[in-house]
Structures are given as C-alpha cells and as structure tokens.
C-alpha cells in the first residue's frame, strides 16, 4: 500500500455537481466518515457555484492541472468520465493522493485493485494509490455469484441488464423526461420512452457493446477467475433509477435450492427477496435508496446440468457506484 490514512483525513470529489460525485456527498455525510475538509472540483461550467455540505457551503473549483498540489489532500473520489480520470488520476497521485476512480479507464490494468469490499478487500493493501471502483452492473453480478463460487463452483454464467436511465447521468434522466414529453432524444440513440434499447456504449467488431465488453472482464478480473465462460446482453429501460439482471448460471457441482436461498440469506448485503406466491421479488422501486443487492426468482434451469436461474436489482448509484466507493475508503480507514 502506497500511502498510509491518518485520521481526520482531507477529501476532495471530482465531479462533485454531477449525479455520482453528488451521491458521494450524501452518503459521505449519512456515514459521518472522519473528514477534516473537504474540496469539490467540476468542470468550467459548475465552477464558482456552491454545494452544500454537513453544515458548510463549500465553493466548486474548476479541475485543473493545480488542484491537487498543497492542499494535503489524502483521498480524491473520481466521479467524472473515463476522460478525466485518464489526464488528471495520475496528476492526484503524483501530489501524493490515493484515488478511488468510478470511471472504467484504470479498471483493467494490472496494478490497480478492481474492488467490491464483500469481495475482495484484500487486494486493496497491495495498490498504488490507484483503486478502481467496477461497473454498476457488475457489482451486484459479482455480489450474486460469489457465494455460487464459494459453494459450487462456477461452469457458464449468461447476464442479461436492464438498466436504468440514471446509469447515463443527468442527461439520461433528462432524455426519459423529454421523450415522455414528445421530444426526440438528445442523449440515447432512439426514443427511451415506452422502449427498450440494446445499446450501451459502442459496439465492437464482434457486435458487444462496450458495457458487455466491461461486464465480461470485470467480473473475470474481480473473480480471479480469467477463463469463466460469460457472455452479457445489457439493456437500457425506461426506469428512473435501479438496475435489474437476469442471471442464468451453470454450477459445477448439483445444489438443492433450498440451500442456495439460505446460502444467499446468510450472505453478506445480500437480500433474499423470494417469495414469488406473495408477489415478492426484486425490483428497481424496492432497491432504490437501498445499499444492498436484492436477489429473487430463485429456481432450477431444467436446461441444462446444475442450471440456475435469479433475478437482481439493485441501486445503480449506490451500490453499483458511491456507496461501492464510500465502502473502498471505509476499508482503507480500517486499515489505517
């Protein structure tokens, strides 16, 4: 580990006025971390505006090649885009800063720990003052199948997304508001409204988007697990916020059901939401300001040998993004 916390510690955000800089801000605050100050950083656009929070109002400064340098800041928090991270991470580092990055350019490199805490903590205390916090679909992915892999072992698993337009930020949200309104899209490809569209990011040569792309990798790379059969079809919906994930999974040992539900029960931040005779399962209304994975429709796949099916939802800003990060630093402050 590169750099040793000390307590009361000095943050800062990147992409504090955006929709998960903004998420950092609000459970920073609802889990009272030991922060001494706080710097918010954003873009030309948002700079001199004011963002309160606890009890100050604290001024937004414009990202740039000084912000980090004399300030003693020991944590920045990247919740801006891939673009951003790629240019100014490194300047972070460089000024003696450890960075828990949201955006997917440092996810797969060697060196930089991808980390779900339930997980795999552990591979935090070896970084270099880099840490990558995994796509909001493939946390509750890796959520959901570890105790699968701990108890079975994993042959095939096949995800399915249904993602929700927050997954795309503000102007995604803004592109549901306005399509349901009559207008054309500005943001997603086709009308999200009343839709349902099999793009997320861009297609590959092999006709995989980008997100299947990163849902493939990073469940392998947060797994240890670099030759899992995977494939992944992601979907955005016209839902406000939450994920949902269709997960169909091949184990390489036979289970009883009975005991993959109580195995999930007794899994960390893991919900067992399965009593579907009482119309009891997950869905995006039900994990939305939650911080745990919710896990239902739990049933055999007849299909094929040890086949099992389940159905995921779970906070996409949350879990799958702040709370996930909040989390990082809370392990890094255990093990100050």
Same mark, same amino acid.
């Given at each position: !580990?590169?750099?040793?916390m000390?307590i009361?510690?000095?943050?800062?955000?990147?992409?504090?006025?955006?929709?998960?800089?903004?998420?950092?801000?609000? =459970?920073?605050?609802?889990?009272?971390?030991?922060?001494?100050k !706080?710097?918010?950083?954003a873009?030309?656009?948002?700079?001199?505006?004011? @963002?309160?929070?606890?009890?100050?109002?604290?001024?937004?400064?414009?990202?740039?090649?000084?912000?980090? @340098?004399?300030?003693? @800041?020991?944590?920045?928090?990247?919740?801006?885009?891939s673009?951003?991270?790629?240019?100014?991470?490194?300047?972070?580092?460089e000024?003696?800063?450890?960075?828990?990055?949201?955006?997917?350019?440092?996810?797969?490199?060697?060196?930089?720990?991808?980390v779900?805490?339930? =997980?795999?903590?552990?591979?935090?205390?070896?970084h270099?003052?880099?840490?990558?916090n995994?796509?909001?679909?493939? $946390?509750?992915?890796?959520?959901?199948?570890?105790?699968?892999?701990?108890?079975?072992?994993?042959?095939?698993? $096949?995800v399915?997304?249904?993602q929700?337009v927050?997954?795309?930020? $503000?102007?995604?949200?803004?592109?549901?508001?306005?399509?349901?309104?009559?207008?054309?899209?500005?943001f997603?490809?086709?009308?999200?409204?009343?839709?349902?569209?099999?793009?997320?990011? $861009?297609?590959?040569?092999d006709?995989?988007?980008?997100?299947?792309?990163?849902?493939?990798?990073?469940?392998?790379?947060?797994?240890?697990?670099?030759n899992l059969?995977?494939?992944?079809?992601?979907?955005?919906?016209p839902?406000?916020?939450?994920h949902s994930?269709?997960?169909?999974?091949?184990?390489?040992?036979?289970?009883?059901?009975?005991?993959?539900?109580?195995?999930?029960?007794?899994?960390p931040? @893991?919900?067992?939401? *399965?009593?579907?005779?009482?119309n =009891?399962?997950?869905?995006?209304?039900?994990?939305?300001?939650?911080?745990?994975?919710?896990?239902?429709?739990?049933?055999? *796949?007849r299909s094929?040998?040890?086949?099992l099916?389940?159905?995921?939802?779970? *906070?996409?800003?949350?879990?799958?993004?702040?709370?996930?990060?909040?989390?990082?630093?809370?392990?890094?402050l255990?093990?100050?």
């Amino acid at each position: !580990m590169g750099i040793k916390m000390t307590i009361p510690f000095t943050c800062a955000v990147v992409g504090a006025s955006g929709m998960v800089g903004g998420m950092f801000l609000k =459970i920073l605050e609802e889990r009272n971390l030991p922060i001494d100050k !706080m710097y918010l950083y954003a873009s030309s656009r948002s700079a001199g505006t004011k @963002i309160k929070w606890k009890n100050e109002s604290i001024i937004v400064e414009e990202l740039n090649e000084n912000s980090f @340098i004399g300030r003693g @800041i020991d944590v920045v928090l990247f919740g801006a885009g891939s673009t951003v991270s790629k240019l100014y991470v490194p300047m972070a580092v460089e000024a003696g800063c450890v960075v828990i990055d949201n955006a997917s350019y440092w996810r797969m490199e060697k060196n930089v720990p991808l980390v779900v805490p339930e =997980i795999n903590k552990h591979t935090l205390y070896n970084h270099d003052c880099i840490i990558a916090n995994p796509n909001c679909c493939v $946390v509750p992915t890796v959520m959901a199948l570890k105790p699968l892999l701990d108890n079975y072992g994993l042959k095939r698993v $096949v995800v399915s997304t249904y993602q929700a337009v927050s997954g795309g930020g $503000v102007k995604g949200i803004n592109d549901l508001e306005n399509t349901l309104g009559g207008f054309e899209p500005e943001f997603f490809p086709h009308s999200i409204a009343y839709n349902a569209i099999p793009h997320i990011d $861009v297609f590959d040569e092999d006709g995989y988007t980008g997100e299947e792309r990163k849902m493939i990798d990073e469940v392998r790379k947060i797994l240890q697990l670099p030759n899992l059969l995977i494939t992944s079809t992601n979907v955005r919906i016209p839902v406000l916020n939450g994920h949902s994930l269709s997960i169909n999974v091949e184990l390489e040992r036979p289970f009883e059901l009975n005991d993959v539900k109580e195995i999930m029960k007794n899994s960390p931040s @893991i919900v067992l939401y *399965d009593e579907p005779e009482k119309n =009891i399962y997950p869905m995006p209304i039900i994990a939305t300001g939650t911080d745990d994975v919710y896990v239902g429709r739990l049933r055999y *796949d007849r299909s094929c040998k040890n086949g099992l099916n389940m159905w995921v939802c779970a *906070d996409n800003t949350r879990k799958g993004a702040a709370t996930n990060a909040i989390q990082i630093l809370e392990s890094l402050l255990d093990n100050k």
